[in-house]
């Protein structure tokens, strides 16, 4: 079974700062990790690799210091990794990234299953999973909590939902995201650590893709970010007491008062 594991490195804190001028991420001076998400996503791939054979791919799109995040999948259990990575990417949006990372894949040695996390810890809009899927033509399940049984040609999974779960059964391949109720990812081993220094990671350029370059980077993202800044924090609420009938009395007062 090909397995591919997509993951994202991202600055490894909730205070993320944004640059008013360039509306861009403050990246300089932030410790960057794998997104947590894509940590389980890693586990399950590996743990798939276990149940049924095959081989796990870690793919990540991201500037040069993302080998980092290659050679920590590859301690953790990926047997290789893939970083594309070139300045014709930069300002990609979601959709231009999940094109870039489907052209990535349509390169590699085929697929059955794509992983990836439910969502990025800085981006945070869940898209690029469902995106990969969209650009290869393949189904996707997204928040899945347990892949329950898989074989060269389906899988049955339960994806998370707000209600329980739903129980879905897929042709492969498919693309699954997944949530962190899923596993418990491992800590590398020794000999991952030992394979993870000398390994070597396959490096693809906008050239090595068969991808229209209008489609790539800031061309090729349809989406701009107009503004982005940090949302001024709450002031302190106001405490009503009395009995159920005056608070409610009151605060329908100050919501009148609020909306006229
Ligand atoms: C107009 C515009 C311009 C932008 N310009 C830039 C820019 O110049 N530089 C910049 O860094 N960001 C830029 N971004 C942000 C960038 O588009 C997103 O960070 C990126 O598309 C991923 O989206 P996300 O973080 O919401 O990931 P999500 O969709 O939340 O991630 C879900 C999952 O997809 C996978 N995934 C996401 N991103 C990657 C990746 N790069 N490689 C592999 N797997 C991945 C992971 O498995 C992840 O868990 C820009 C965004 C917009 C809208």
Not at 50 to 67: N, S
Request: hydrophobic fraction near 40%.
């Amino acid at each position: 079974m090909n397995i591919i594991v997509c993951i994202k490195q991202v600055p490894n804190t909730t205070d993320v700062r944004i640059d008013p001028a360039t509306n861009t991420l403050i990246r300089d001076g932030v410790e960057s990790v794998i997104n947590p998400f894509d940590a389980y996503a890693i586990e399950e791939a590996v743990r798939i690799k276990e149940r049924c054979g095959g081989k796990v791919t870690a793919l990540t799109m991201g500037p040069l210091q993302a080998e980092t995040a290659l050679k920590e999948a590859i301690s953790l259990g990926c047997d290789d990794a893939v970083l594309v990575s070139d300045r014709r990417f930069a300002g990609s949006d979601t959709w231009a990234t999940s094109y870039t990372l489907a052209a990535a894949i349509r390169k590699l040695e085929g697929f059955d299953v794509i992983l990836c996390g439910k969502q990025a810890s800085d981006g945070d809009t869940a898209q690029v999973g469902p995106g990969i899927s969209a650009h290869l033509d393949i189904p996707q399940v997204t928040y899945v909590k347990k892949i329950s049984e898989i074989n060269e040609k389906t899988a049955k999974v339960e994806r998370m939902t707000e209600e329980g779960y739903d129980v879905v059964e897929t042709p492969l391949p498919c693309l699954f995201t997944v949530v962190k109720e899923i596993n418990t990812p491992r800590m590398p081993s020794m000999k991952g650590l030992m394979r993870a220094k000398a390994a070597k990671i396959t490096k693809l350029t906008a050239a090595d893709l068969d991808a229209d370059p209008a489609a790539l980077g800031l061309d090729g993202s349809p989406t701009r970010v107009v503004k982005i800044f940090t949302p001024e924090p709450r002031k302190g609420g106001e405490m009503i007491s009395g009995s159920a009938s005056d608070v409610a009395k009151e605060l329908a007062e100050l919501l009148k008062a609020e909306v006229i």
